[in-house]
């Protein structure tokens, strides 16, 4: 049984939710003004307050902080007979988790009670931990996660160039800060380069520095990213895009550890790491020539592939857990367990996007969550449909099943819907006797105990 006190001053509709939500098995109090609703709430603790927002004297709007502010604070469903975008948006702000517009449909409160109620259905839940992860730390415990867990710390140990490929979305850049973190550079920056974000007229500026007057605009000197890694690690992020003049300039860098700011004459040197990040397959650009070859030779010294989410589905969970909590943290988010059939829609999903496509999934349904309960609702209806039209697939090709099991089951229930009888379920099935005998046998059935063979069963049977 669970608390829910009504604050309306209508009394007639107060009625009627009460005896509504008690017939579904609800302890129900009522109460018609603000002010008497905010000592009920005080005194009976109850976890659902539905609160009416127009009311004679102190309207539920204002009640509502006071109301919130009781610990422990109790969920809060809206009602009004007045469709207001202005005091529907100051209601969700002051802490409301549902509004409802009268006459209110029994459905949707039913529904909006369910949802709140979330989380005392434990056996279909399943708990966030509160796992302290920031947005550098790797998860995983998959064979594939565990394979590039020991790259990186084999690579971190020496200042090998190192070349990451994988999807968007897989993480390339944590594997970079990984290697950077693991490794004697840790001390030093750690300066990313993104090469499809900067126009190749000021790439090079970017990379490599200029001097004061190299081209129009030059108006001082720029250090360069490079310079800016020195005893650190420059991380070459979406190296695939650079044009073929860039990759002919990043070449020297990468093979003797020098640069040439633009606009200068002088040779600087560099003890950077250079890690460089790529989701295209460079081998191909190399055969297509769109990359040159000597370069991409000497960047993948060590070549260190992600795989994408789809492959490592044994991390799921775990990434769940850990992004929902960060993102708790980060958004100030109370999202406490999350529906199983959320978790089995996740499993369904094939993630074109990764786990940058789980994290904003995960991020919006926080953000819009209006209880300490991830539902399936909440989730986007693309997401939702699809992952609800995988598991229909599923079943479908389940209910299915093959010809020889489908020809089963129907035997089956002939037999016992004649009681065993061959001559009626040789006429149900348009077959003869000896091969309705050899059915039975190739399926290995045997009548019940205690069932009397026909007058017309042979010997053999």
């Known amino acids: ?20 939500l008690q017939s579904k098995g609800h302890e129900v109090d009522i109460r018609h003004d603000a002010i008497a609703g905010i000592a009920a709430a005080e ?36 009602i009004t007979a007045f469709n207001d975008m202005h005091t529907t948006i100051q209601a969700m702000q002051r802490g409301a988790e549902d509004y409802i517009h009268k006459p209110i449909d029994a459905d949707e409160l039913d529904a909006a009670v369910e949802r709140l109620l979330g989380g005392e259905r ?6 966030v931990g509160e796992i302290s992860v920031d947005r550098l730390q790797m998860v995983g415990r998959s064979r594939a996660m565990k394979e590039v867990f020991k790259t990186i710390g084999l690579v971190a140990r020496n200042n090998a160039t190192v070349l990451i490929t994988g999807e968007s979305g897989t993480g390339k850049e944590l594997v970079a800060h990984a290697i950077h973190n693991a490794s ?12 499809a974000a900067v ?9 490599f520095g200029h001097e004061k007057g190299a081209f129009t605009g030059a108006v001082g000197r720029q ?41 200068s004459r002088d040779i600087h040197k560099t ?33 260190l592939h992600l795989p994408p989410l789809r492959e490592r589905m044994d991390d799921l969970e775990d990434l769940v857990q850990a992004l929902l909590s960060r993102i708790n943290t980060e958004m100030n988010g109370g999202v406490t367990h999350l529906e199983q059939s959320v978790l089995d829609c996740f499993n369904d999903y094939h993630w074109p996007g990764n786990i940058r496509e789980l994290e904003n999934v995960l991020m919006k349904s926080v953000a819009l969550s209006t209880s300490n309960v991830l539902t399936l609702e909440q989730l986007s209806p693309e997401l939702k449909n699809q992952c609800v039209g995988q598991v229909s697939a599923k079943q479908e090709q389940l209910e299915l099943g093959s010809l020889a099991e489908i020809e089963r089951s129907h035997l089956v229930k002939v037999l016992q819907a004649t009681g ?25 059935l045997l009548p019940p105990q205690g069932t009397e063979p026909d007058s017309e069963t042979l010997e053999q049977d």
Request: charged share 25%; with cysteine; aromatic share 6%.
């Open 223 to 263: 250090v360069g990213k490079f310079e800016l890694a020195e005893n650190g690690t420059i991380f070459l992020d979406e190296i695939g895009e650079m044009s073929p003049s860039m990759q002919a300039k990043l070449l020297r860098a990468v093979q003797y550890k020098e640069f040439t700011p633009l606009g």
């Open 199 to 207: 126009v190749e007229t000021l790439l090079e500026s970017d990379m």
């Open 1 to 20: 049984m669970t608390g829910i006190l009504v604050v309306d001053d209508d009394v007639a509709c107060a009625r009627t939710l009460q005896l509504h």
């Open 271 to 303: 003890n950077a790491r250079i890690i460089a990040a790529t989701n295209l397959d460079l081998e191909q650009s190399v055969k297509q020539k769109d990359f040159r070859e000597d370069l991409f030779f000497r960047l993948q010294v060590v070549s």
């Open 184 to 195: 004697d550079n840790a001390g030093g920056p750690f300066v990313v380069v993104n090469c």
């Open 122 to 127: 434990s056996d279909n839940l399943v708990p």
């Open 43 to 78: 005194l009976l603790q109850p976890e659902i307050v539905i609160l009416d927002i127009r009311m004679e004297g102190r309207s539920g709007l204002e009640a509502l902080p006071d109301i919130k502010a009781i610990k422990p604070s109790p969920h809060v469903i809206m």
């Open 420 to 444: 065993w009888h061959r001559g009626e379920a040789c006429e149900i099935l348009g077959v003869s006797r000896p091969r309705l005998r050899r059915m039975i046998r190739d399926y290995k």
